[in-house]
């Protein structure tokens, strides 16, 4: 019994995915799954960390904050932002986002992960000429469930303000799975420089085929931001409406 020759058909190819930053395509080629990944939105992660001084046993940000200067205490949040879909962040008003990564307790020997916490960028607050850029999570300690819920306030005060608005996080600490729990702590991060520019370099675009199309999502993110940023630093001046009222 013989065989027909088996004809060569040409390989299939498929697009590179995966994450790409500026200047190419991260190591790693074509992997199995990639045809069907391409069909994934195109998204954006990037890593922030910030820390500060902070107490146990106080319940305002600013009191924890002088507390933990004169004892040394200090919290840092490493974070990973993940943006699955930016389209769909860019349409909701609440811009939000995941959040994962690892909490530094003051006394704790040993970083403490976290997984599933909620980002939050530029969300209404309710107050005309307030929003809010929103990290909490969830974890546990020795047992016991704890949740760090942190916001920076983004409006438009008298003086120079936008960059300490935008870098410094107001954090409590609650006990127990969400923010009815009792507030254990609390303090006040802040984003340096040097690590502005480590979130920076970061960035990566997610599901997308070429630098080109990653470009357009740096692009369209920080379109986001800079629009967000006019709006309340240029279209809202109510800083001195507020002052001349109170006049």
């Not at 991060?189 to 990566?204: I, N, P, V, Y």
């Amino acid at each position: 019994m013989t065989m027909a020759p088996k004809t060569r058909q040409p390989r299939a190819t498929a697009p590179a995915t995966g994450e790409i930053k500026a200047g190419g395509i991260k190591a790693g080629g074509i992997r199995a799954g990639a045809v069907k990944e391409a069909k994934a939105a195109p998204g954006l992660t990037f890593h922030e960390k910030m820390s500060g001084y902070f107490a146990m046993g106080v319940k305002d940000p600013r009191e924890g904050a002088r507390i933990g200067h004169r004892t040394g205490w200090r919290l840092t949040l490493r974070a990973t932002v993940t943006i699955p879909d930016l389209k769909a962040f860019t349409a909701d008003p609440a811009h939000p986002g995941t959040l994962r990564g690892e909490i530094e307790l003051p006394g704790v020997e040993r970083r403490i992960p976290f997984h599933d916490g909620i980002f939050h960028l530029f969300a209404p607050s309710g107050t005309p000429d307030l929003t809010l850029l929103l990290y909490e999570a969830s974890f546990s300690h020795q047992g016991q469930a704890h949740y760090l819920a942190g916001r920076k306030s983004v409006r438009d005060d008298l003086g120079l303000d936008l960059w300490p608005d935008t870098t410094t996080l107001d954090v409590r600490l609650h006990r127990g799975p969400d923010t009815r729990g009792e507030v254990t702590g609390a303090g006040v991060l802040r984003l340096g420089a040097g690590d502005l520019a480590a979130l920076l370099l970061s960035m990566r675009a997610r599901n997308v085929a070429s630098p080109v199309e990653a470009a357009r999502v740096f692009g369209a993110f920080g379109l986001l931001f800079a629009r967000n940023l006019r709006d309340s630093y240029l279209l809202r001046p109510r800083a001195y409406l507020r002052r001349r009222e109170r006049s």
